[in-house]
Structure formats: structure tokens, C-alpha cells
């Protein structure tokens, strides 16, 4: 029988694992957690120890793990069919799939088109904006305005439009040119405003923009609400709304990132509903199946179809596909869990656990370290600084995040930070006592681990 040790010994000789320096392993007593198995908020590992999932597993559990009723769903739909091609042939789940997500995104919407994770969302979303524009006669509108920070993916589109050093300066030969605009980072406001006290004046960098290059911009992406990567930095609905408003006047594509936010994650279906407007194009994946299966969607409206529905006469076809796209399981599966969540009422069911979360962070203002604190919906986040006052941030080379993430874990809660960001994200089926539970590792862990430092 294979140890548990032979296990991490394949592991590190064989899998190449994501945004990690594999060679932090080598003369280290961490290794690699072998999971084992899942059951609803907790992940246990081959030795039985169970740790609270606090990131939903990378933002994508929702409804935890080894749910009975999409387990079931999961089961059917691969006895019926597993896999057949969209092009031509169509199937019950992606056409019901489609349906609800229309119908939970509301008018203009109109269109889904269907893709495999959110990088590729958000690619399907970027060619669709610029073919648009070049079909309607003005192929000159080729640029996309992005934030600084932004994340939205690591396929090479995606990079082009990310504004984060780590993902995309060593492969700037590659990608293609874009345009930033400062982020609305509220903690350190790049107009030197103090927080929460302005007109969102950074909005005045987005129409200083758009007034001198409008003829030349395709469309504007954003991360509704939430940066994710960023380190969880959070600005106010109202930034998004301006931004749909300058959209309309310069006659400007906006798109919108859901890939994190979508399905309940800021404590409405879309992040875009608090700012109370509509993108043209928005992207959604991650949590669209309850973190079984990948799956991801770009929902677009009438207008932007219409732009490419022809006879032939014309190459207006979007040619755009992928051999898994609209998988039959995935679909199932998401329409399982749009299912739960209707029937369960579970926007509804977040709101005290949101209140929850909010107390529960109150406490972290006692640690010296815990320079700012925020939350939106069902994600919380801590900054962690060298000192309040001056807002001076850790380095790298500090480890600070990985360090509270280790402590956490011994105390059973998986964290994983980014940088020196402590973010909270877990499952939806959590309970308040979990929330306490959860935060309390974490603050223990802070505590330790700074005070070491």
C-alpha cells in the first residue's frame, strides 16, 4: 500500500503545481496537504485532520463539498451523455442553463455563449468587443481600458488586459498593448483622499481618458466591486456606475469581470446590480458550478449578436470554440446548483451570515499589524502593514501571509493568502459559529506570527 509520504514524493516529482515556487518544498518540513476527501465546509486530509475550506477551494465552492443533490445530478447526467460538440448539435442542460442565466441577469441580456474557465471568458469577451467594433465599420476602436492591479486571467489576452507585475511583465513581448487607469484603491487612494470621505474623484483619470481616446477605445473591462488578486481591494458601487455612464457618453463597450463575484459571492447574483446598471459583456465561471466542474459563460445582449448575424455573404461568424465548450455534465450540474439556490433561498440566507462575518472582523482592529479591514458581501480581508500609521507595507521576503497561512493551518483552517492580504471566502452553507470559528484561527494565527516577526 502507498504511504502518505510516497504520495508527496510522486507529487513533487511529477505535478508541477499552480502559482507556486515548487522549489520552497525542498529541505522544508511543509509539504503539499494530500486531501482525502470533502463534506460540506471542512476538507480532511489522508490522516484525518480536517481543516474549515475558508476560500471555498480558490473561490469556487459554494454550496461545500461532496454536495448530495449535485453528487446525484453529477451521476445522471454522465449516464445519459457525457460530452457532445455545440457546433450543430445542442443538448437540455446548456439550453436550460442559458435560459436561467438569462433570466437571473434580466434585460438587455440576451446571449450566452459558453466557455471552460474564467480566463477564457474573459478572452471570448475581449475578441467579441473588438470584432464588434470592426464589423460596425470602425476597426480603428481597438484598445481596452483596464485598472491597474486588475487580474483577469493568465491566458495571454486576459494578461494583456491584468495590470499585476507578477503575471504579465515577463511576457510583455507577447501581449498587446492596453490602457490603465489608476484603481480606486480606497486604503491607499491614489488621489491622496481620505477614505470613504470623496466624490469618487479617481473617476476623473477614466474621463480625462476617454474624452482624448474615445474613437480609438473598444471597451473598458473591470473587476466589479472586488480586485481580486489584488489583495481583496474593495471600492464603492458608485465608481462603477460613473464608469457605465461614461461608457454610454463616449460610446464605449464596458465589460464586466463576474468570474469571482458572480452567484451570490458579494451578496447579490452579480456585483453589478449595487452599482445598479448593466455592462454590454460579462463574464462569469468559478462559482457557476459550485466548484464540481469547469464551466464559464460570456452573457452579452442583442446588440452586440446582432453585429455578427449574417448569411455568409460576410465572415461575421465568431469564430470562437472549444472542444469541451457547454459540456453536458458541467451544465447539469450548474443548473443543479442555480436550482439550490432558488429553492433554498440562499442570497436571502447570507445576509446574517454577511452581518456575521462583519462582527467578527470588528476584533481584528485590536492586533497592531492589522492596518485595514474590509468586506463585501461573503468576503472579508485583512492588510496586514508593518506599522498603522505610516500604512508601511511588508515585503516580500518577509513571508508575513505565508507564515499566517502555515499557523492557520496547524489550527485547522486553510487560508491562503495573498501576499500580505488574510482574506476570508468560504462556502456559503457555512454556519455563524463556523464564521467564529474560522476567524478566531485567524486571528490567533496573526497575532503569532507578527509578533514573531
Partial sequence: MTTKEEWI?????????????????????????????????????????????????????????????????????????????????????????????????????????????????????????????????????????????????????????????????????????????????????????????????????????????????????????VQGAAGMR?????????????????????????????FGRTGKYFAFEYANIKPDIFCVAKGITAGYIPLAATITTDKIYNAFYDDFSTLKTFYHGHSFTGNPIACAVAVENLKIMEQENIIENLKPKITKLKQCLEKFRDLAHVGDIRQTGMIGALELVKNKETKEPYQFEDRIGHNVFKEALKNGALLRPIGNVIYFMPPYIIKNEEIEKLTKIAYNAIKIVTEKN
Fill in 9 to 225: 514524493q510522486k507529487d513533487l516529482k511529477y505535478v508541477w503545481h499552480p502559482d507556486t515556487q515548487m522549489k520552497q518544498y525542498e529541505d522544508s518540513d511543509f509539504k503539499p496537504v494530500l486531501i482525502e476527501r470533502g463534506e460540506g465546509i471542512y476538507l480532511y486530509d489522508i490522516d484525518g485532520n480536517k481543516y474549515i475550506d475558508g476560500v471555498s477551494s480558490w473561490w469556487v465552492n459554494t454550496l461545500g463539498h461532496s454536495n448530495e443533490k449535485l453528487n446525484k445530478v453529477l451521476t445522471q447526467q454522465a449516464e445519459k451523455i457525457e460530452h457532445v460538440l455545440l457546433a450543430d448539435f445542442t443538448h437540455i442542460p446548456a439550453i436550460e442553463l442559458a435560459e436561467r442565466l438569462i433570466k437571473l441577469s434580466g434585460e438587455p441580456f440576451s446571449k450566452v455563449f459558453y466557455s471552460d474557465d474564467g480566463s477564457t471568458a474573459v478572452e471570448v469577451a475581449l475578441k467579441m468587443a473588438y470584432q464588434y467594433w470592426y464589423q460596425k465599420g470602425k476597426p480603428e476602436k481597438k484598445y481596452f481600458v483596464s485598472m491597474t492591479e486588475s487580474y483577469h486571467g493568465d491566458t495571454l489576452g486576459s494578461v494583456s488586459v491584468g495590470g499585476i507585475d507578477i503575471y504579465k511583465k515577463i511576457f510583455n513581448p507577447l501581449v498587446f498593448e492596453t490602457l490603465k487607469v489608476s484603481a480606486p484603491y480606497c486604503y491607499r487612494c491614489p488621489q491622496n483622499k481620505e477614505q470613504c470621505k470623496c466624490s469618487i474623484d479617481c473617476i476623473a483619470e477614466v474621463e480625462s481618458l476617454f474624452k482624448h481616446r474615445h474613437n480609438e477605445i473598444a471597451a473598458m473591462i473591470v473587476e466589479p466591486l
Fill in 234 to 262: 474593495m471600492y464603492p458601487p458608485q465608481y462603477l456606475t460613473k464608469v457605465r455612464e461614461l461608457c454610454d457618453r463616449y460610446d464605449i463597450l464596458l465589460i464586466d469581470d463576474e468570474v469571482a463575484m458572480a
